[in-house]
């Protein structure tokens, strides 16, 4: 095997792999009918991709070093590490999110607003970035409450088939405008996202079958989403800090508007309900933009893994490194 091969693999694929194996249970069987488990496994399954693809490149200590001094640690603290951060907190904030919306029905859209709000204020606060301001914290904050609406209310059916471009078009900017590190952490989230979309329509394809032979109505396979709003809570923010992320540490000026619109590509299924809603019914308005974004995700993908592992650079004295951005 190439030793470009070696490296998606390393950094890219294994992560996704780890991702869905954690989402295994939740999105097939025996835990995707528990609906506070199933929300909450899914999302945290997805930020376990980003760290393990993090850990992968740079190990625990960047993680460690920013809760603890670490004896003999004299490496600088690069402000992107906190991602590798906010990624585990959003993990365990799904689990609490999921909790809080199980008890009744009125309570649920309370909890979930609450939810929303508070997260998008807590990333905003929590992340660092080069050039950061108040300006730019409301940026992050207000980018990932629409983010948070977009796979809430319109890539609701297609969610996981949703992040996977938006996570594959953030990766691709990543590494058009340098950022090796992120370009292949982004990679990872989009192939993890794919990974669960796949287990998740799995899981409603088998789930369809059994309702069939049961005798009642077949429920639609193609909603391989996760019930709650945990789940698109944590993609919606994740995706904002990762857009504003990669802007400020962008060296080639990609205009702003790219980044700003890669975290809102869930939009995208309202574009189609303005166009198709008359002449189609909703469920070949999902397949059809379950197709765009299985082609487009692919496409960029395909691209994005490229691009990063074409900036991989390997010194003469035989040392593997990747071009890396300040702090």
């Known amino acids: 095997m190439s030793e470009i091969a070696q490296y998606i693999l390393g950094v890219i694929v294994i992560p996704a792999v780890i991702a869905a194996v954690i989402a295994l249970p939740f ?22 991709a980003f760290v393990a ?7 625990w200590t960047p993680i460690v070093r920013q809760f603890v001094a670490i004896e003999g640690d ?30 009744g029905e009125g309570s649920r859209a309370t909890v979930g607003i609450g939810a929303g709000l508070a997260v998008a204020a807590a990333v905003a606060m929590l992340a660092r970035f080069p050039g950061e301001s108040i300006e730019m914290r409301l940026v992050l904050g207000g980018l990932a409450v629409a983010g948070m ?3 809430i209310a319109y890539a609701r059916g297609v969610m996981l088939w ?42 409603a394809r088998a789930g369809a079958k059994t309702t069939a032979d049961a005798g009642a109505a077949e429920p639609r ?43 809102l590509l869930p939009y995208m299924v309202l574009l189609g309900e ?14 059809a933009f379950l197709a765009l974004f299985v082609g487009a995700g692919a496409i960029v993908g395909i691209y994005a893994m490229w691009r990063a592992s074409e900036m991989r650079v390997i010194p003469s004295n035989g040392q593997e490194t990747l071009d890396s951005y300040g702090s």
């Not at 060296?251 to 702003?256: A, F, H, R, V, Y």
């Open 274 to 287: 303005i166009f198709i809603r008359p002449s189609v019914m909703r469920r070949r308005t999902l397949l």
């Open 27 to 48: 999105a097939v069987r025996p835990l995707r009918e528990r609906r506070v488990l199933a929300e909450a496994g899914v999302a945290c399954a997805l930020m376990a």
């Open 221 to 263: 396979a193609v909603d391989a989403s996760p019930r709650g709003v945990a789940a698109p809570i944590v993609l919606g923010a994740f995706a904002a800090v990762l857009a504003v992320s990669g802007h400020a540490y962008d060296q080639t000026e990609i205009p702003s508007g790219y980044w700003y619109a890669a975290a």
């Open 149 to 151: 609406f977009g796979f």
């Open 53 to 59: 693809s993090f850990t992968t490149e740079l190990g």
């Open 74 to 103: 004299d490496a600088p603290f690069e402000k992107w590490h906190r991602l590798a951060t906010i990624a585990i907190g959003l993990g365990a904030v799904a689990w609490l999110i999921a909790a809080a919306r199980s008890g």
């Open 162 to 203: 949703a992040a996977w471009l938006v996570f594959g078009t953030l990766a691709f900017l990543m590494g058009e405008s340098g950022n090796a590190y992120l370009a292949v952490m982004s990679g990872a989230m989009s192939a993890a996202s794919f990974a669960v979309a796949v287990l998740l329509w799995i899981g």
